[in-house]
């Protein structure tokens, strides 16, 4: 199949097939135009598995989608943080693409969890925006180096779904910058996404679907994204002013109305042609990049994609408490006790859901290692009519073994698409089997299957080892199971804090809002951040794990390489990691930077790098990690670009956010951010400017005994703008003398150096 020669295209495209190719055909296609030899291609939801339907598909296309491997969901692959795990993931889903000619996988979804209460959380990576981009690299580059394009979504600022359509999220562009638009800019400016899909909601007032701000200024010109920009399904709202935006391809179609709209606003001089061509020619490009997957007669390894799937679930659990009850034993006597053992749930409800290949059962596969083991549901989901019976089962069960397998967990219920999450809490009546088991039985081993975080005070008392397992795909039970018996040595760090109470989270006032608007006013303190930042206590932080081996990490070294003048700052950390116990394990060392004499606020520290090494027992790795300069940077509104000030950073080295023996500081030298002296500017800022202090001191001991500069009347006075000091008679500065000290200084900026 020849590739399209975009430009011949269009000038032989009609005014009527141009506006028709910014809108889709269908609920999953693209538009065609069989005259020009142009296809329509296919697109499907796929985050972590596809939800493929090669026909029109129902008019929610939320049913009857092929067969697919479902693999973990974001917030449970996160925990591994390794983005080479993410990218043999994408690997698998591209080869299970191309077997159903679909050309373009709507994902990875890339929000920031401002909130643990989002009822999508468990389609998100992280609160951590360093992290979401390394990870969401990963997959990107694992689909797209096999010619199968992705959707990086939603962008932007979508983080809740309540009133999602309508919401408009007011959020300072420090915030935005430094929170929820890193990830995009990464995975744009490393892996170049085929698409990215604008969010339902406003942004600072305007759609994101007519947000030039977002779509024109920041993503193409800013960040370089060279690819097609696709509305979330449903998100265009008025489509002429969605193309001019920056709106390439509106999905699901408003046919004919979107249309016809685009032609006549060309008609009546509204929309410049030359515009709606701009638009145009991302789509065809689109098309000549996702046709080569249309004729393709290709299969994939259901077998081998499930093994990756059971890997990776057992790569994401991350193992909470554990006072050597884990692993168990082969000979171990266990009971089991939860429905949601018998009754897996493993992947999130919405537009994510799939239809998997197979599913792992826990109860099946602890049967399979232990032999028969007594079972009792403990609790029902959904229906709780008969908690009470079923709880005195529990309890009967749990004195026939010496250890009880309790798996709990959120009900599908409970989080999904479409709306958020009031609490954070485990159901009562799987709470309460929990201490009534206990009660009978100390040797308590708890699974948790939840998409998002949920409180665990009521939990970790009664559990000796807690195993944080997520949703772990169709594999999942054997994933767990892998984890409780030593088969696979947990690695997994949190990627986003658990929390003792809700009421702790920094977006508790401000979510989701009312009155259709939500205001960030926790700015930068999202997750850790905030958590740090009020000296709260947690009960797991962010990049926590522990592991069934301990490590020790030493001889700590920091080398710092480049300026910050002509961008390339960078430092290289090297750690010395050594497996101090008796089994093969993985650590993974987190680097945190701190800034602690910045003259900005900034978090009390921020992720910088990461790196994972897997080490036998008794050896030891030296590890190094890059920080770019962007680690050192903040976003800088007096200056409207990213900066870094001159000053000693602190390099903070460990296990977790809240677990670093090791730190080393660092003095970077930068370019002075002060901005140029004007009338406007404070006295304080004038007499830190060298040049400025001589200025105003040669002029106020001009006329008065300089009183005015002693450090008591400093204080007061310091924050007064200059021109309303000229005001004053005893700064014997006028008005008239200001603007020509103002100009005085200005010309002396400007002279060569």
Same mark, same amino acid.
């Given at each position: 199949?020849?590739?399209?020669?975009?430009?011949r295209l269009l000038?032989?495209?009609?005014?009527?097939?141009?506006?028709?190719l910014?809108?889709g055909s269908d609920?999953?296609?693209?538009t065609?135009?069989e005259?020009?030899?142009?296809?329509r291609i296919?697109?499907?939801?796929?985050?972590h598995?596809?939800?493929?339907?090669?026909?029109?598909g129902?008019?929610?296309?939320?049913g009857?989608?092929?067969?697919a491997?479902?693999?973990?969901?974001?917030?449970?692959?996160a925990?591994?943080?390794?983005p080479?795990?993410?990218?043999?993931?994408?690997?698998?889903?591209a080869q299970?693409?191309?077997a159903?000619?679909?050309?373009?996988?709507?994902?990875?979804?890339?929000n920031i969890?401002?909130s643990p209460l989002c009822?999508?959380?468990f389609e998100y990576?992280?609160?951590?925006p360093y992290l979401?981009?390394?990870?969401a690299v990963g997959?990107?580059?694992?689909i797209?180096?096999?010619?199968?394009g992705?959707s990086?979504?939603h962008y932007?600022?979508?983080?809740?779904?309540?009133?999602r359509?309508?919401v408009?999220?007011?959020?300072?562009?420090?915030t935005?910058?430094e929170?929820y638009?890193?990830a995009?800019?990464?995975?744009?400016?490393a892996?170049?996404?085929?698409?990215?899909?604008?969010?339902?909601?406003?942004?600072?007032?305007?759609s994101?679907?007519?947000?030039p701000?977002?779509?024109?200024t920041v993503l193409?010109?800013d960040f370089?994204f060279?690819g097609l920009?696709?509305?979330?399904?449903?998100a265009?709202?008025?489509r002429v002013?969605?193309?001019?935006a920056?709106?390439?391809l509106?999905?699901?179609?408003a046919l004919p109305h979107?249309?016809d709209?685009?032609?006549?606003?060309v008609q009546?001089?509204?929309?410049?042609v030359?515009?709606?061509?701009?638009?145009?020619?991302?789509?065809l490009?689109l098309?000549?990049k996702?046709?080569h997957?249309?004729d393709?007669?290709?299969?994939?390894?259901?077998d081998a994609h499930?093994t990756?799937?059971?890997?990776?679930?057992a790569r994401?659990?991350?193992?909470l408490?554990?006072?050597?009850?884990?692993?168990l034993?082969?000979d171990?006597?266990?009971?089991?006790v939860?429905e949601?053992?018998?009754?897996?749930?493993?992947?999130?409800a919405?537009?994510s859901? @799939? +239809?998997?290949t197979r %599913?792992? =059962?826990?109860?099946?596969?602890? !049967?399979?290692r232990?032999? $028969?083991?007594p079972f009792a &549901?403990?609790?029902?989901v959904?229906d709780?009519?008969e908690?009470?019976?079923?709880?005195?089962?529990?309890?009967r069960v749990a004195?026939?073994a010496?250890t009880?397998?309790?798996?709990l967990g959120l009900?599908?219920a409970d989080?999904?698409?479409g709306f958020?999450?009031t609490?954070?809490?485990l159901?009562?009546?799987?709470?309460?089997?929990l201490?009534?088991?206990?009660? @009978? +039985?100390a040797d308590? %081993?708890? =699974?948790l299957?939840?998409g998002s !975080?949920?409180?665990?005070g $009521?939990v970790?008392?009664? &559990?000796r080892?807690l195993?944080e397992a997520w949703l772990?795909?169709?594999?999942?039970g054997?994933?767990?199971?892998?984890?409780?018996t030593?088969?696979v040595?947990?690695s997994?760090?949190l990627?986003?804090?658990?929390?003792h109470r809700?009421?702790d989270?920094?977006?508790?006032?401000?979510?989701?809002g009312?009155s259709?608007?939500v205001?960030?006013?926790?700015?930068?303190? @999202?997750?850790?951040?905030?958590?740090?930042?009020?000296?709260?206590?947690v009960?797991?932080p962010?990049?926590f794990?522990?592991?069934?081996?301990?490590f020790?990490?030493s001889?700590l070294?920091?080398?710092t390489?480049?300026s910050?003048?002509?961008?390339?700052?960078g430092?290289?950390?090297?750690?010395?990691?050594?497996n101090?116990?008796?089994?093969?394990?993985?650590?993974v060392v987190?680097?945190y930077?701190?800034?602690?004499?910045?003259?900005v606020t900034?978090p009390?520290?921020?992720l910088g790098?990461?790196?994972?090494?897997?080490l036998?027992p008794g050896?030891?790795q030296?590890?190094?990690v890059e920080?770019?300069?962007?680690a050192?940077s903040f976003w800088?509104?007096?200056?409207?670009?990213?900066a870094?000030e001159?000053g000693?950073?602190?390099?903070a080295?460990?296990?977790?956010?809240?677990?670093?023996?090791?730190r080393q500081t660092v003095?970077v030298d930068?370019?002075s951010?002060?901005?140029p002296?004007?009338?406007?500017?404070?006295?304080?800022?004038w007499?830190?400017d060298?040049?400025?202090?001589?200025l105003?001191?040669?002029?106020i001991?001009a006329?008065?005994p300089?009183?005015?500069?002693?450090p008591?009347?400093?204080?007061?006075?310091?924050?007064?703008p200059?021109?309303?000091?000229?005001?004053?008679?005893?700064?014997s500065?006028?008005?008239?003398?200001?603007d020509?000290?103002t100009?005085?200084?200005r010309?002396?900026?400007?002279a060569?150096?």
């Open positions: 199949m020849s590739d399209l020669d975009v430009d000038t032989e495209l009609t005014l009527q097939e141009k506006a028709s910014t809108s609920f999953w296609h693209t065609g135009v005259r020009l030899g142009i296809p296919m697109v499907s939801d796929g985050p598995g596809l939800r493929a339907q090669p026909e029109e129902d008019h929610l296309g939320l009857g989608s092929l067969p491997t479902c693999f973990p969901t974001a917030s449970a692959i925990s591994a943080w390794d080479e795990l993410l990218g043999r993931i994408g690997a698998a889903l299970e693409a191309r159903c000619n679909l050309s373009v996988i709507l994902g990875p979804g890339i969890k401002r009822g999508r959380n990576f992280s609160e951590d979401t981009g390394e990870l997959l990107v580059d694992g797209q180096a096999h010619g199968v992705t990086l979504k932007a600022a979508n983080n809740q779904e309540t009133d359509l309508r408009d999220a007011r959020v300072d562009e420090r935005l910058r929170i638009l890193p995009f800019e990464r995975v744009v400016t892996s170049q996404p085929w698409t990215v899909m604008c969010a339902y909601n406003k942004v600072n007032g305007l994101a679907s007519e947000n701000w977002l779509l024109t193409r010109d370089g060279e920009v696709v509305s979330d399904w449903g265009v709202y008025h002013p969605a193309l001019v920056g709106t390439d509106e999905m699901p179609p979107s249309p709209a685009v032609v006549a606003a009546s001089g509204e929309l410049d030359a515009v709606l061509d701009a638009r145009v020619r991302t789509v490009e098309a000549a996702g046709r997957v249309l393709l007669d290709e299969s994939f390894d259901v499930h990756l799937a059971r890997e990776a679930a994401s659990v991350v193992l408490t554990n006072d050597g009850i884990l692993p034993a082969p171990t006597s266990i009971a089991v939860g949601l053992a018998r009754t897996p749930r493993y992947q999130g919405g537009s859901q @799939v +239809n998997p %599913v792992d =059962v826990i109860l099946d596969e602890l !049967t399979a232990f032999g $028969d083991v &549901a403990g609790y029902g959904g709780t009519g908690d009470e019976a079923l709880r005195a089962e529990a309890e004195t026939q010496s009880v397998v309790v798996v009900p599908a989080e999904s698409e958020d999450r609490h954070l809490d159901p009562a009546n799987q709470l309460a089997t201490a009534a088991v206990a009660a @009978v +039985n308590v %081993v708890v =699974v299957a939840n !975080t949920v409180v665990l $009521d970790v008392p009664h &559990a080892a195993v772990g795909g169709q594999a999942a054997g994933g767990i199971v892998d984890v409780l030593g088969a040595n947990p997994g760090k990627a986003e804090t658990v929390p809700l009421e989270s920094s977006s508790y006032l401000g979510f989701p009312d259709q608007v205001r960030y006013g926790e700015g930068l303190f @999202v997750g850790y951040r905030g958590y740090d930042a009020s000296h709260l206590e009960a797991f962010f990049g794990g522990l592991s069934y081996t301990t020790a990490l001889d070294t920091v080398a390489h480049g910050v003048a002509d961008g390339s700052l430092a290289t950390v090297t750690v010395t990691v050594r101090t116990g008796s089994v093969t394990g993985a650590e987190q680097v930077v701190e800034d602690p004499g910045s003259s900034r009390v520290r921020e790098g990461f790196a994972r090494v897997e036998a050896a030891s030296q590890v190094s920080l770019g300069q962007r050192f800088s509104e007096l200056n409207g670009r990213w870094v001159a000693d950073f602190t390099l080295v460990g296990s977790s956010s809240r677990d670093l023996p090791l003095h930068a370019p951010l002060a901005r002296l004007a009338r406007d500017s404070t006295l304080h800022e007499m830190a060298p040049r400025g202090r001589a105003l001191e040669r002029e001991s006329g008065q300089g009183a005015v500069l002693e008591e009347l400093l204080s007061v006075i310091g924050t007064m200059m021109s309303t000091l000229a005001n004053f008679g005893g700064m500065l006028s008005q008239d003398r200001l020509e000290v100009e005085e200084w010309r002396g900026a400007d060569p150096a």
